[in-house]
């Protein structure tokens, strides 16, 4: 069966995430906190999650992830001003941001849907989910579609993860509903959202997860 996810010849995925460096860059210092101008917002939220740990460098991902959602992508402005605020070279956490599959450091659209395509979703037909998927997004530059190793919710495989909501079991059908929820700007396949399933604690049940 023919699948958009890139594979040697003996199966195996081909990871992607091995882009080299260019060595031809001239590294980049730590830039001058009194020249990089940051939006007070991000600068705030940097602070807060700095001021949680004894060493400030542990509050890197949740630094970046700020700077992603208010820049779109991990971009060397959105580098520089973690970097003017954290005291960190840019470097530094272009190494962070490119081994965590979440940061984007090249442009991407708004909506990041992953599909699973690891083995427990793979023997379910996650395969067919992905190329489903991205034949639903179409070129819509807005949607961010990419196939991802285990999401850590197998128990409901296949399974993606749109915006951070996860959903599942997934039927191909349900593709072409992700993209129409995502352009309503609703919520997305409510009957299959992870966080609605009922389990055993009948106390968990009954929160009202819209509050
Ligand atoms: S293999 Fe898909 S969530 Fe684990």
Redesign the pocket.
């Known amino acids: 069966m023919s699948s958009g996810v890139p594979r040697f010849a003996h199966g195996s995925r081909v990871p992607g995430w091995d882009t080299a460096a260019d060595l031809s860059k001239p590294a980049a210092g730590y830039p001058d906190p009194a020249t990089v101008e940051v939006p007070e917002e991000l600068r705030a939220e940097i602070e807060r999650a700095m001021a949680k740990y004894p060493d400030p460098r542990s509050a890197v991902i949740p630094a970046l992830h700020a700077a992603q959602r208010v820049h779109g992508w991990c971009s060397p402005p959105a580098l520089s001003q973690v970097a003017a605020v954290m005291g960190l070279t840019p470097a530094y956490l272009e190494a962070i941001a490119t081994f965590y599959d979440m940061f984007s450091t090249t442009p991407k659209g708004p909506h990041d849907i992953y599909v ?1 395509t ?4 793979s023997l379910c037909g996650a395969d067919e989910i992905y190329d489903s998927m991205l034949d639903s997004a179409g070129d819509d530059p807005v949607f961010n579609v990419r196939a991802f190793e ?5 128990d409901i ?1 296949p ?1 993606a993860s749109v915006n951070g909501e996860y959903v599942g079991p997934l039927e191909p059908e349900d593709t072409d509903r992700i993209v129409a929820d995502l352009r309503a700007g609703g919520e997305v396949l409510v009957d299959k959202q992870l966080r609605r399933r009922k389990v055993a604690d009948p106390e968990a049940n009954t929160k009202d997860f819209d509050a």
């Open positions: 699973c690891n083995i427990s979703c285990c999401l850590g919710a197998c495989a399974m």
